[in-house]
């Protein structure tokens, strides 16, 4: 790798304004410069992307980054543009121009980054293209993604080896929060690196206490616990239904909140975010599809209404509390029956092996592919419309697409959205004597021209829906005006859309030729029915201390017990009370009003059994009164 051209924290300091790096950063980073193929393993809220971004800047030539999430791809992208930095993506949502424009600025335009997703890399032509670049650094980020004992095994990663021979000197750098000590070693296996060697930030969180709360009436208890914590929360939801329902009893609760989710616009997702990181909203109720990318410090509470599926996850999302090194908490609500479902979750991600190879057949068939062709074609594949047509259930087809995928027969790429987006193609002065045939068309030119900029060097960002506000047009007529403005080759406009993309891997074949290796279905099935053991295991033990089981489980020795999980707060409470003291905390409590079991629960620092046993001899010896209502109150004397 060249030597630097400029010293890193000069660097840091220009184009991010710190004066210091993050414990780990400056180690990666020389790491990387010295050409080593490093692995760095940093928690969540750690600075991965400063780990990259600075060397790149420090030498002559560009980056490759290879990122799963399109988002955050495109987040980073615009940040870098934000610091000046010249920065691009490619994904599968783009049109031939915007690839060919993109292209085109990595080898002609001194850009410092290229961002794509990992599909990209069965691109033959992409990789011709690749080979001309002056790639000086290769970047795998969410990098447990190319290990099948990882918990998000995607096989487009393993073509990152495709590229590692293209260019042979150059360094890989592999990031990711969350890896076992067995996905550790399989990273550096897929990528191939010349010797280990990595950098791991330990997994403890001194500011973080970690708490499990069983509750049979989870809304209920998570409103008592966001009355009782102060500060900004995220709580997290499986389903995008909940996100709402939920969100909406907060309301009625008093409580501020939003809900978020991989559903909503793109537009809708940055109203909301901004204003739950402005602190106008306090509460975010969502999916997993919330966090990635988000620098909030201040969060002060994550709570899990239900239980995510491995403690990978957990850990991932729980990391988001804290960040600021103030004392935090990191809630996970359980009640009886979720051990149930979790481990149902197991038996809905490997639908029966026939299953499968009917919903191959039945996508050919939708995407009019015959047999023997599609390979490495792109297809719009509208996954709703699909079930419909067939009258398939929703969960198991989209598994069975995932395993279609791990079997390396189609690339099934979710629900990618993509912006509506312009570029002026005329020059300036033809602009002036349009003649077109859309009523208003001059208008919504003229809109886009004075509300957006650089609309002559490449294409951008623009919202219908604001042009419709200043022009005062309707949409159709917004939507006409810009096709037809098309077709003059006046500009080049994209509409937005939302849409999965399923890729052939291979030529179609006939379904009975589809094999679902044991690599990809028994065992992918075992270890995901581990990683559910394992979290039901940290959800339901009472003994021991939280951030030990979760060190443990990342391979990282713990001598003492944190002291501030619920299990070890627990144990403090048996050595630092006597019966006296529970049963006056207890008539305390009803003395003032009618008081809710749980209310005694949460409030008193005691532990379960002995205000629940004290509170039945209260009861039995005519103390406190049991009231039809399930309240309880003290007897008057």
Not at 103 to 123: A, D, I
Not at 210 to 235: C, D, F, N, Q
Not at 500 to 507: D, Q, V
Request: proline share 4%; net charge neutral.
């Amino acid at each position: 790798m060249p030597t630097p051209s400029k010293p890193i924290l000069d660097i840091l300091k220009k184009y991010w304004g710190y004066d210091s790096f993050r414990p780990l950063q400056q180690d990666i980073i020389e790491s990387v410069l010295e050409g080593r193929d490093t692995l760095g393993l940093m928690p969540t809220g750690g600075g991965k992307s400063i780990t990259f971004q600075v060397p790149t800047m420090a030498i002559d030539g560009m980056a490759l980054v290879v990122t799963p999430i399109i988002s955050l791809m495109k987040d980073q992208v615009d940040r870098l543009r934000g610091l000046n930095i010249k920065a691009t993506y490619l994904y599968a949502g783009l049109t031939r121009a915007e690839v060919n424009r993109a292209y085109e600025k990595c080898l002609y335009g001194n850009y410092k980054f290229l961002y794509v997703s990992p599909e990209r890399l069965q691109s033959q032509s992409f990789l011709e293209r690749l080979r001309q670049m002056p790639i000086k650094l290769l970047v795998v980020d969410e990098a447990h993604c190319i290990s099948q004992w990882g918990y998000d095994f995607r096989p487009s990663f393993l073509r990152i080896a495709q590229v590692r021979k293209l260019f042979p000197t150059v360094p890989v750098l592999a990031l990711t929060a969350t890896a076992t000590p067995v996905v550790v070693e399989d990273i550096q296996r897929c990528l191939n690196f010349k010797a280990p060697n990595v950098f791991t930030m330990s997994f403890a969180r001194s500011n973080l206490s970690y708490v499990v709360r069983p509750t049979e009436e989870k809304v209920t208890e998570l409103i008592h616990i966001l009355r009782s914590v102060p500060g900004t929360a995220i709580v997290y939801v499986r389903s995008r239904k909940r996100t709402k329902q939920i969100c909406d009893e907060l309301n009625r609760a008093g409580i501020r909140a939003d809900y978020y989710h991989a559903g909503l616009y793109i537009e809708d997702k940055d109203d909301k975010q901004n204003k739950w990181t402005s602190n106008e909203c306090r509460v975010m109720v969502a999916t997993n599809a919330f966090g990635m990318g988000i620098d909030k410090p201040d969060v002060r509470l994550v709570v899990h209404v239900d239980i995510p599926n491995s403690l990978e996850e957990y850990y991932q999302e729980a990391g988001r509390a804290g960040r600021d090194g103030k004392r935090s908490y990191a809630v996970l609500l359980v009640k009886h029956t979720d051990q149930r479902v979790l481990r149902r979750h197991v038996t809905e991600a490997f639908p029966d092996k026939a299953y499968i190879r009917s919903v191959y057949e039945r996508v050919g068939n939708f995407l009019g592919v015959c047999i023997g062709e599609g390979f490495r074609q792109m297809y719009d594949f509208n996954f709703n419309l699909f079930c419909r047509t067939f009258d398939l259930p929703v969960l198991p087809t989209h598994n069975a697409l995932k395993i279609l995928t791990q079997a390396g027969y189609i690339e099934f790429v979710e629900e990618i959205e993509t912006q509506s987006r312009v570029m002026i193609l005329a020059r300036k002065e033809q602009l002036y004597d349009l003649e077109t045939v859309t009523p208003g068309a001059d208008r919504v030119l003229q809109a886009i021209l004075r509300l957006y900029t650089g609309l002559f060097a490449d294409y951008v960002f623009i919202n219908e829906d604001v042009i419709a506000f200043n022009t005062g047009l309707d949409q159709e007529t917004i939507y006409k005006s810009l096709l037809e403005m098309t077709r003059m080759h006046i500009l080049h406009y994209v509409p937005r859309k939302r849409t999965p993309y399923i890729i052939y891997t291979t030529s179609r074949e006939e379904p009975k030729h589809v094999l679902i290796p044991k690599a990809v279905y028994e065992e992918l099935r075992q270890r995901m029915n581990d990683r559910i053991e394992a979290i039901i295991n940290y959800a339901y033990s009472d003994l021991g201390c939280r951030e030990r089981m979760l060190l443990g489980y990342f391979g990282e020795r713990a001598d003492e017990e944190c002291g501030h999980c619920d299990l070890c707060i627990d144990r403090r409470k048996h050595a630092d009370h006597t019966a006296d003291d529970v049963q006056q905390g207890i008539l305390y409590m009803a003395g003032l009003r009618p008081r809710r079991l749980e209310d005694f629960l949460n409030t008193l620092s005691f532990p379960k059994d002995e205000i629940l046993s004290m509170l039945s001899f209260l009861v039995d010896e005519g103390f406190v009164e049991h009231l039809d209502d399930d309240t309880y109150r003290a007897v008057k004397r």
